[in-house]
Structure formats: C-alpha cells, structure tokens
C-alpha cells in the first residue's frame, strides 16, 4: 500500500476525526480543555459527515453541471462523436460472479451510459486501468457488462489510467487518431466538473451527463440531521472531490481552479 494513501487515510476525515479523538483520550487528563476541544471537534465532525442534511447542502456547492434532459439523448450525434465512461473502482472477488466486478459508482455509470448509446446511437469508449495492478482492468468490466447486461458494445477500452487526469489524457491518445474531439462525458454529477476541466484541458469539447447527484432533496427523518451511515459515505465522496478540485490545477497546470 503506498505510503501517501495512509497519509491521505489518516489526515482526512473521517481518519483526522478518529485521531482527534484518540488525542482527547490521551491527553484527558495532563491538557483536559484541550481534550474536550478535540472531542467535540472529533464527535462532532463524525455526526456532521453522517447527517445527509449536510450531504445535500455541500452537494449542492460541488454539483455545477446541468442535468442532461432526456430529451436531447435522441439528438446527441450532432453534438458529440462518442460517450465516454470514467472508470470508478472495482469489488474485489464477488462470489456470486467468480471475479471482480465494477464498483455500485461504476456500475451506475455504465447503466446511464447504456441508455445514452441506445438513445443516440454514439459509440462508447470506456476508461479505467488495473487496480494495484490487478487485470481485469476497470474498462474491461465495463465493456463485459455493457455486453451482457445492456446488449451494448464498447468500440474503444482505455486501459492504462488509475486517475481523472488520466482517464483525459490517455482517452486522447485513442481518440486523436479518428479525429474525434467532442464527447459526451459520463460520471457522478459531483465528479463532472473536475472531470470536464481535465478533458478541456486536452482540447475535448464537452457535453457534460452527470447522473447520481446527491443535491436532491432526500425523504428522510428529522430533516435529514439523524445520522445514517449512507450519509457518511457521501460524505467521504464529497470531501475527496472537494479536495481534488483544489489540488488538480495545481498539480497538472499550475494555475488555480477557475
């Protein structure tokens, strides 16, 4: 395991909330203020990240992109040459199919992109490189289950990039060579804007599809501040995201997030 992805656990929630608390603990009774300080920020931190009413309100802040209305799918050729799946992890082993399989944010993608090409007759060019170096790789899971799932077949499979910024420059490589640059680009709708920024950045012409957004309003109790684990998960999502918008200009163009 690389030693920047214990880092990365470790000083970001829900790891720092963990520490925070582990810190209160042990300096409970030498700096006991200083303890409760960081036991409130460390249990409150936890209930903030588990209550889908803060989900909602952070999500709407990260999901910018537009919802793509059903009834421009028909017409989608006209705007665009292929659709493009972001590959979205895998689980590993599941028994009931003998092998690996997309992770529940891929497969959700997959089905939204199967409904796209059938609409729009587009062809599809999925993305995703091995998992700590594991074959099968994430497109080639997608392309199986778009085959036997959705009877629909990947023309192209990306099967080199671990990250959003390589998902855009190895799926240039691909597509330069058919003159195609206009693609309508399938992802989570709190993943769409880094996501398009990385394929402007290698000259694409976007035509954004989110699905799977987390902003809309959610029946739940007490107006979404009881805690659900879901919610903590969503969380996770969000923060990740948030913190990959600021690091990636940095770290592929050198100029801030516009």
């Given at each position: 395991?690389?030693?920047?992805?214990?880092?990365?656990?470790?000083?970001?929630?829900?790891?720092?909330?963990?520490v925070?608390?582990?810190?209160?603990?042990?300096?409970?009774?030498?700096?006991?203020?200083?303890?409760?300080?960081?036991?409130?920020?460390?249990v409150?931190?936890?209930?903030?990240m588990?209550?889908?009413?803060?989900v909602?309100?952070?999500?709407?802040?990260?999901?910018?992109?537009?919802?793509?209305p059903?009834d421009?799918?028909?017409?989608?050729?006209?705007?665009?040459d292929?659709?493009?799946?972001?590959?979205?992890?895998?689980?590993?082993?599941d028994?009931a199919?003998?092998?690996?399989?997309p992770?529940?944010?891929?497969?959700?993608?997959?089905?939204?992109?199967?409904?796209?090409?059938?609409?729009?007759?587009?062809p599809?060019?999925?993305?995703?490189?091995?998992?700590?170096?594991?074959?099968?790789?994430?497109?080639?899971?997608?392309?199986?289950?778009?085959?036997?799932?959705?009877?629909?077949?990947?023309?192209?499979?990306?099967?080199?990039?671990?990250?959003?910024?390589?998902?855009?420059?190895?799926?240039?490589?691909?597509?330069?060579?058919?003159?195609?640059?206009?693609?309508?680009?399938?992802?989570?709708?709190?993943?769409?804007?880094?996501?398009?920024?990385?394929?402007?950045?290698f000259g694409?012409?976007?035509?954004?599809?989110?699905?799977?957004?987390?902003?809309a309003?959610?029946?739940?109790?007490?107006?979404?501040?009881?805690?659900?684990?879901?919610?903590?998960?969503?969380?996770?999502?969000?923060?990740?995201?948030?913190?990959?918008?600021?690091?990636?200009p940095?770290?592929y163009?050198?100029?801030?997030?516009?």
């Amino acid at each position: 395991m690389p030693i920047r992805y214990f880092f990365k656990q470790l000083l970001l929630p829900p790891g720092l909330f963990i520490v925070l608390i582990v810190l209160a603990w042990w300096l409970r009774a030498r700096r006991p203020r200083l303890a409760i300080f960081f036991l409130v920020a460390g249990v409150g931190g936890l209930w903030a990240m588990s209550s889908p009413a803060i989900v909602e309100r952070t999500a709407r802040l990260i999901e910018t992109e537009p919802v793509l209305p059903q009834d421009q799918w028909t017409t989608l050729q006209d705007d665009a040459d292929a659709i493009v799946i972001l590959g979205a992890g895998r689980e590993r082993g599941d028994p009931a199919y003998g092998e690996d399989q997309p992770s529940l944010l891929a497969a959700q993608r997959i089905s939204y992109a199967a409904a796209l090409a059938k609409a729009s007759g587009l062809p599809i060019l999925a993305t995703g490189g091995l998992h700590y170096g594991s074959p099968p790789s994430e497109a080639a899971m997608a392309a199986k289950m778009l085959s036997e799932q959705f009877g629909v077949q990947v023309r192209w499979q990306e099967t080199e990039s671990r990250t959003t910024w390589e998902n855009a420059q190895y799926t240039t490589n691909i597509l330069r060579s058919e003159n195609k640059r206009r693609v309508v680009l399938v992802t989570q709708a709190w993943h769409m804007a880094r996501a398009r920024w990385c394929f402007e950045q290698f000259g694409f012409e976007v035509v954004t599809a989110p699905m799977g957004f987390l902003s809309a309003p959610a029946d739940v109790p007490l107006a979404g501040w009881l805690p659900e684990a879901k919610a903590f998960w969503q969380s996770s999502l969000l923060l990740n995201e948030a913190v990959g918008r600021m690091i990636y200009p940095f770290a592929y163009q050198g100029t801030p997030w516009p």
